[in-house]
């Protein structure tokens, strides 16, 4: 896992999987651009989350579980930390089988 740190540029809610896109920095301070690959919004929603949950400007830090190419993109499938300006929103695991809190 890799935490990315930076600025949510669009959250999209749809399915099969919503989406996160975050500006981050690189160690020599270049903004580089994440794409996330969350949850459906189904499960995310069980979760307590909704369509608002992260707004364009926001502040996050979240746990990716990168891709193995090297591509700036990952997924925070399941229960990864998220922080969101500064609050702990690390999702519960959500009722029914499975609780979206798989791993993967």
């Known amino acids: 896992p890799t935490d990315v740190t930076g600025t949510v540029t669009e959250f999209k809610w749809l399915n099969p999987h919503a989406q996160l896109f975050v500006d981050a920095k690189d160690a020599s301070g270049s903004v580089i651009h994440w794409a996330v690959e969350m949850n459906s919004p189904g499960v995310m929603s069980r ?5 608002h949950q992260f707004k364009a400007g ?3 830090t979240i746990t990716v579980y990168p891709a193995k190419s090297g591509a700036l993109v990952g997924s925070c499938i399941g229960l990864c930390k998220v ?4 609050t702990d929103a690390t999702p519960k695991p959500a009722p029914g089988p499975g609780g ?3 791993q993967f």
Do not use: M
């Open 83 to 86: 922080n969101i300006n500064g």
């Open 47 to 51: 979760q307590g989350w909704t369509r």
């Open 58 to 60: 926001d502040k996050v």
């Open 100 to 102: 979206g809190a798989e």
